[in-house]
T-cell receptor, first 112, second 111 residues
Framework: RKEVEQDPGPFNVPEGATVAFNCTYS??????FFWYRQDCRKEPKLLMS???SGNEDGRFTAQLNRASQYISLLIRDSKLSDSATYLC?????????????FGTGTKLQVIP | DAGITQSPRHKVTETGTPVTLRCHQT?????MYWYRQDPGHGLRLIHY???????DKGEVSDGYSVSRSKTEDFLLTLESATSSQTSVYFC??????????FGSGTRLTVV
């Protein structure tokens, strides 16, 4: 089983729709979680951290469910510019270095 | 955007030749990483550094070596390039537990 699993998609949604992605992680020792966004042929960029209490940034909401070992990303009022691949990340470790595992990504295509 | 640059951006090389990729940062971050990204595998860690001359292996380190002689520079060397090393290589930096900043990537083709 992969350490971090995501549905590769693509998720094709109309502009203005709400879309949600889930990501499961296998290691219960994972401590930190993130969502990154990657545009085609570009580098990944940090979208948001995922806290135990959840995190909201504008149209984006991230949630963590430790009991079921998954994190989620909700995008409201989808824009064409939201089209990208979304990478789920978990991290664990003590001290300064963390072992970070990237999911393979979920592709979102927002359609006019 | 954070100051992190990779060079070259694109490279085509022949099998068996050594290749060095460079990552340069102006953020004075302690941690630097080299990843490769391939379809179906996502980002996989090759090597990382936690300080000058302090490096360690990642999950796919065979055939690669690294060096960090200055805080700002992290070099990745393919000792003898093979076709399986055709990939997109990303450098990343971090200082705290607040996530990574990636460079723009190097597209390497080994023919």
């Amino acid at each position: 089983r992969k350490e971090v699993e995501q549905d590769p998609g693509p998720f094709n949604v109309p502009e203005g729709a709400t879309v949600a992605f889930n990501c499961t992680y296998s290691n219960s020792a994972s401590q930190s979680f993130f969502w990154y966004r990657q545009d085609c042929r570009k580098e990944p960029k940090l979208l948001m951290s995922v806290y135990s209490s959840g995190n909201e940034d504008g149209r984006f909401t991230a949630q963590l469910n430790r009991a079921s070992q998954y994190i989620s990303l909700l995008i409201r009022d989808s824009k064409l510019s939201d089209s990208a691949t979304y990478l789920c990340v978990d991290a664990r470790g003590n001290g300064g270095y963390q072992k970070v595992t990237f999911g393979t990504g979920t592709k979102l295509q927002v359609i006019p | 955007d954070a100051g992190i640059t990779q060079s070259p951006r694109h490279k085509v090389t022949e099998t068996g030749t050594p290749v060095t990729l460079r990552c340069h940062q102006t953020e004075n971050h302690r941690y630097m990483y080299w990843y490769r990204q391939d379809p179906g595998h996502g980002l996989r860690l090759i090597h990382y550094s936690y300080g000058v001359k302090d490096t360690d292996k990642g999950e796919v380190s065979d055939g690669y070596s690294v060096s960090r002689s200055k805080t700002e520079d992290f070099l990745l060397t393919l000792e003898s390039a093979t076709s399986s090393q055709t990939s997109v290589y990303f450098c990343a930096i971090s200082e705290s537990r607040d996530g990574y900043t990636f460079g723009s990537g190097t597209r390497l083709t080994v023919v």
